[in-house]
């Protein structure tokens, strides 16, 4: 039996997302059938495409057409189309929950044109997805690369408002969505999570703060007593060296920056956003519209390559 393709929606048509789509096709067409979903005017000149389910040889990409207002301008953003960029995820989410595709692969979207041309009400592309899975999704943002995963606990919240935000229900609630994707998309049944502190030195014995004490360390201490392979908290200054990264499966970060500035050191290009807690398979690129180059053959598709390769394993494990 055919295994269902992945389904890569458009991003920003005025973005860098067609031109590394048709990119990551050509380098791994014969291993992962892909589905482009979105305006084939949009694609860079000269690519060669059919509509999806229509006979075709292997160098052409397949793709399900959605018809924009307009066509697009490489690095100017057109509100008009923003309605588009938004239908593409709809029909992705459709297809993967009907079982026409076996997961997602998201291309850069940019909130503000599609909060201003489409009245886009989520505070971003995670939140839309699980929007679209359905009640009492709870999104779980994970950066992976071949050195590292990380798991920042909260996301897109200013520094001061991250000790309010770590509690234990968020850290229990968290580590559960991790331990049943871990085990159901990525095949390991037992992942090895290491905990970061929130404070310099995990606080340092209550010395820089009390919030590794009082809430970080009891809440990791009761998932150990549940049988959950987890150790922390951590001072996070000792966490992402090699010898240390060789003793986890992936590092659960207290705040943003405390996750994505190691893993992306260690793999700028190659870094790839996946969604645990949804319902499906969902990957990106790690990197955003960058209206600044698009257009221009700058645009790296090394993460978007990682990304369907990425999405591919977790649907079908191989």
Not at 131 to 143: F, K, Q, R, S
Request: one cysteine or more; a negative charge.
């Amino acid at each position: 039996m055919t295994k269902a393709p992945i389904a890569i929606t458009c991003g920003d048509p005025a973005g860098i997302g067609p031109e590394i789509a048709v990119a990551a096709f050509q380098a791994v067409k014969q291993d992962v059938p892909c589905v482009w979903l979105g305006d084939p005017r949009h694609l860079p000149e000269g690519t060669k495409w059919h509509e999806h389910g229509a006979n075709a040889d292997a160098d052409s990409l397949p793709v399900q057409s959605i018809a924009f207002p307009e066509t697009a301008t490489p690095g100017t953003p057109n509100l008009i189309n923003a309605a588009g960029v938004v239908q593409s995820i709809e029909m992705a989410v459709a297809g993967t929950q009907s079982g026409a595709f076996s997961g997602i692969c998201t291309a850069p979207i940019h909130k503000q044109v599609l909060q201003d041309g489409a009245g886009f009400a989520h505070p971003g592309h995670t939140e839309f997805l699980a929007h679209l899975a359905g009640p009492d999704v709870t999104p779980v943002m994970m950066l992976a690369s071949p050195d590292l995963r990380v798991v920042p606990l909260t996301i897109h919240i200013p520094i001061k408002d991250v000790p309010q935000a770590v509690t234990t229900d968020l850290i229990r609630e968290t580590v559960a969505i991790i331990q049943r994707d871990f085990q159901a998309k990525l095949g390991i049944k037992t992942p090895r999570i290491c905990v970061a502190g929130l404070n310099p030195h995990a606080s340092e014995g209550g010395k820089i703060g009390r919030e590794d004490l009082d809430i970080v360390g009891p809440a990791v201490q009761s998932l150990a007593d549940d049988g959950v392979n987890i150790w922390g908290p951590l001072s996070a200054d000792t966490m992402f060296h090699p010898a240390a990264r060789a003793t986890y499966d992936v590092a659960l970060c207290m705040y943003h920056d405390q996750a994505l500035i190691p893993i992306k050191t260690l793999d700028f290009s190659g870094g790839v956003n996946v969604t645990l807690g949804l319902p499906f398979v969902r990957t990106s690129p790690d990197h955003g519209t960058a209206f600044d180059i698009a257009g221009t053959g700058k645009a790296d598709p090394m993460s978007m390559i990682a990304a369907l390769k990425t999405a591919w394993t977790m649907a079908h494990g191989n």
